[in-house]
């Protein structure tokens, strides 16, 4: 500033401070005109030297923008369609009515990304890279509505080019906008609703504001069920930093819940031709403790492969988010849940993790996952940003982003190098069709739906697929039986066949090697049954 004050006063022929308050020597006019001749502002910063300064964040937005697309474009038709991927195509490649119909018997998510898969459709052909680039587009999109909520947070630069390259190169986040499902669209649509949040809590109670909430948060629960937890979040974080706008917050649910209802009654309606959770049986019981939460936040660290990495970035990631706290709760209490506090924050990464610990406790049946708790990748990876700005120690930040960014990059490349992500129903369909086409039996719907896709459109030839979980029951002397392991439904094949004594001719084998996920192994055994024993 003083540098600034100097060579001001230079221009100024020398003129003291209070120059254009006493109105000596040049006129303000001149004094402009030397300035503009110099290119120097009032301010010490030369013009060119403000506009790169205007332009730095954008252009930090535009490259982080850049490498998440290419990133979520790389081998992105790697692997063909998975059974949930072609359930997708398949409620969206009908009717309008019977995506409807389809997505209400199936009870297990929203319809809004069915039918924007049906929109694209119009639009592009059915094959793996075009259809994929609808979710590609709504990963992408992530990483401007979170460049969006650090600005209103008024982090750092180097904090916000952080968050947000965190977010472009996290491997998960990357893997679920590579496949047609609604992921991608719910950690996008969940992204905008934090981003109103903030809105609503740092500016006046308005209509905007409460239509941009309100849109935000119908369209985050017609994306996915789990929107729902969000609002809860969102409802508690509120009532501890603004009680004046909880009237307005509640309002404006309740529209949500309005919008909402048509949709819900359907699918209660369908409630009465099966249980709400006989579709996610498979998931098993598993409530979801401190390691599964552990488990979470590890993937949105990034995972390296070596002892203890998951303990290791989670004491890394959440460092400064620990000094934070500990400052507010020293010097800040009363602060600790305002909108650029640490309290806030975590209620909105927290809340939809132990509510869901809650209704798979409830229900006896798990309803833990890594795809539908992404949603909470945005504001953790915030809280990480804002606490790292609000570090007193200019050398320690610099550091922690260095070692962070170090973190992410790393884990980013391991994610790319794994090969192995997906199984390939497509080689199992070929195999089949090449080796030996007599009648092929399928372990449960999950297997049957994928085996039939990929021997039309992989293997190009129509095959039957029968349902048959039990070996005892099938009637054929020879025979493909496919099933994946884990099962889904019913018991494991290896133990029937020891039990009827088959001979297995022919074995074609798939798997899927997700660093730090259970392993998935499609099987298929051409069987010659040994009915003598």
């Known amino acids: 500033m003083l540098k600034a004050k100097q060579r001001v006063s230079a221009l100024r022929g020398g003129q003291p401070d209070d120059f254009a308050a006493n109105g ?3 006129d303000r006019s001149s004094l402009y005109a030397a300035l503009m001749k110099r290119k120097i502002t009032p301010n010490g910063l030369g013009i060119r030297g403000m506009f790169a300064e205007g332009c730095r964040p954008w252009l930090i937005l535009f490259a982080a923008g850049a490498l998440a697309l290419v990133l979520r474009l790389l081998w992105l038709s790697r692997y063909g369609f998975d059974g949930d991927e072609i359930f997708s195509l398949q409620a969206a490649g009908s009717t309008w009515g019977h995506l409807l119909v389809t997505a209400v018997n199936d009870k297990s998510h929203p319809p809004l990304f069915y039918a924007a898969l049906k929109l694209w459709l119009m639009l592009f052909p059915a094959n793996e890279t075009q259809v994929r680039l609808l979710s590609v ?18 982090l750092a630069e180097a904090d916000l080019a952080v968050v947000i390259v965190l977010i472009a190169v996290n491997g998960e986040l990357i893997y679920y906008a590579q496949h047609t499902r609604m992921f991608p669209l719910f950690e996008l649509s969940s ?3 934090i981003l109103a949040i903030v809105y609503f809590l740092q500016a006046p109670v308005s209509w905007r504001v409460l239509v941009l909430l309100t849109v935000a948060n119908s369209l985050m629960v017609y994306s996915h069920y789990w929107g729902w937890l969000a609002i809860a979040a969102q409802l508690m974080w509120v009532l501890l930093c603004q009680r004046a706008k909880v009237g307005a917050f509640v309002g404006s649910s309740l529209v949500v819940a309005v919008v909402f209802a048509p949709w819900a009654i359907a699918v209660a309606a369908a409630l009465d031709q099966g249980g709400a959770t006989a579709q996610i049986a498979w998931m098993g019981t598993d409530v979801g403790g401190l390691s599964s939460y552990a488990a979470l936040l ?8 070596f002892a203890h990495a998951t303990t290791f970035g989670i004491i890394l990631f959440l ?24 309290g806030g924050w975590t209620i909105l990464v927290a809340v939809p993790l132990m509510l869901t610990s809650l209704g798979s406790y409830l229900a006896r049946q798990s309803v833990w996952g890594t795809r539908h708790l992404s949603m909470v990748a945005v504001p953790y990876l915030v809280l990480v940003g804002l606490s790292m700005t609000q570090l007193s120690n200019p050398g ?3 550091v922690l982003r260095c070692v962070i960014l170090g973190w992410a990059v790393t884990a980013g490349i391991f994610s790319l190098a794994e090969t192995d992500k997906d199984v390939r129903w497509e080689d199992i369909a070929r195999g089949i069709v090449l080796q030996d086409p ?16 990929h021997f039309k459109h992989s293997a190009a030839k129509t095959v039957a697929v029968s349902q048959q979980p039990s070996l005892g029951k099938i009637p054929d002397n020879r025979f493909w039986f496919v099933y994946r392991t884990p099962t889904g439904r019913g018991a494991a094949p290896e133990a029937q066949l020891a039990a009827y004594g088959d001979y297995v001719e022919k074995r074609l084998r798939t798997r899927s090697e997700r660093r730090g996920r259970e392993r998935q192994e499609i099987t298929a055994l051409l069987i010659r049954p040994d009915r003598a024993n």
């Open 319 to 342: 460092a400064p988010v620990a000094a934070l706290f500990l400052r507010h709760l020293k010097r800040e209490m009363e602060t600790l849940v305002d909108v650029r506090s640490p």
């Open 438 to 453: 007599v009648p092929v039996y399928a372990a449960e719907p999950f297997v049957r739906t994928a085996l039939e896709f």
């Open 137 to 154: 587009l709504f990963g992408t999109a992530l990483i401007p509505v979170a460049f969006a909520i650090c600005r209103r947070l008024e």
């Open 298 to 305: 590890g993937t949105f660290n990034g995972e390296i492969d």
């Open 191 to 193: 992204g905008i609703s």
């Open 396 to 398: 320690v930040k610099k």
């Open 24 to 26: 000596g020597g040049r």
